[in-house]
């Protein structure tokens, strides 16, 4: 794999996370759900996908290490926001407007306004790896589909 094609693989794995975050917003801003849309694991979304398959090859990184717990308190807070969001449906089912509904959407508001921080820090996170990407030398990625030992590219 060459340098641009890991590069292009970071890029479409931002990408993908601003999708998926995208879907949580629609959520707090009480757009519909999409069920089939909702990528409630880490290993379901596109990003997931990408970083527990193609992505390990760059797993001797620091910072393509740091982006999993980002990753993985994503996904548990957006489970939450997803969770809540269903009992609310119930509730309007039944037709119920109480305090505990109030309660519920600021529940889901300070998720989401947490998931947005972690979200932030992530998509920097991954600047930084494609940063590091791009200053490791091209005969590193001619050589093998995984990036050497830490010695090998320092």
């Given at each position: 794999?060459?340098?641009?094609?890991?590069?292009?693989?970071?890029?479409?794995?931002?990408?993908?996370?601003?999708?998926?975050?995208?879907?949580a917003?629609?959520?707090?801003?009480?757009?519909?759900?999409?069920?089939?849309?909702?990528?409630?694991?880490q290993?379901?979304?596109?990003?997931?996908?990408?970083?527990?398959?193609?992505?390990?090859?760059?797993?001797?990184?620091?910072?393509?290490?740091?982006?999993?717990?980002?990753?993985?308190?994503?996904?548990h807070?957006?489970?939450?926001?997803?969770?809540?969001?269903?009992?609310?449906?119930?509730?309007?089912?039944?037709?119920?407007?109480?305090?505990?509904?109030?309660?519920?959407?600021?529940?889901?508001?300070a998720?989401?306004?947490?998931?947005?921080?972690?979200?932030?820090?992530?998509?920097?996170?991954?600047?930084?790896?494609?940063?590091?990407?791009?200053?490791?030398?091209?005969?590193?990625?001619?050589?093998?589909?995984?990036?050497?030992?830490?010695?090998?590219?320092?």
């Amino acid at each position: 794999m060459t340098k641009q094609e890991v590069i292009l693989q970071i890029r479409q794995a931002y990408i993908a996370h601003i999708k998926w975050r995208s879907e949580a917003q629609a959520i707090h801003m009480g757009l519909p759900m999409l069920e089939k849309k909702v990528d409630l694991l880490q290993t379901d979304c596109a990003f997931g996908q990408w970083y527990y398959g193609d992505g390990q090859h760059l797993s001797l990184l620091e910072t393509f290490k740091s982006l999993e717990p980002m990753h993985d308190k994503m996904h548990h807070i957006y489970q939450s926001i997803y969770h809540l969001e269903n009992k609310k449906k119930k509730s309007r089912f039944l037709k119920l407007k109480t305090e505990d509904e109030v309660l519920k959407k600021k529940q889901i508001r300070a998720y989401f306004k947490d998931m947005a921080k972690i979200s932030k820090h992530f998509l920097e996170t991954l600047k930084e790896l494609e940063t590091d990407i791009i200053g490791i030398p091209d005969k590193y990625f001619e050589k093998t589909n995984n990036i050497g030992s830490k010695d090998d590219i320092l």
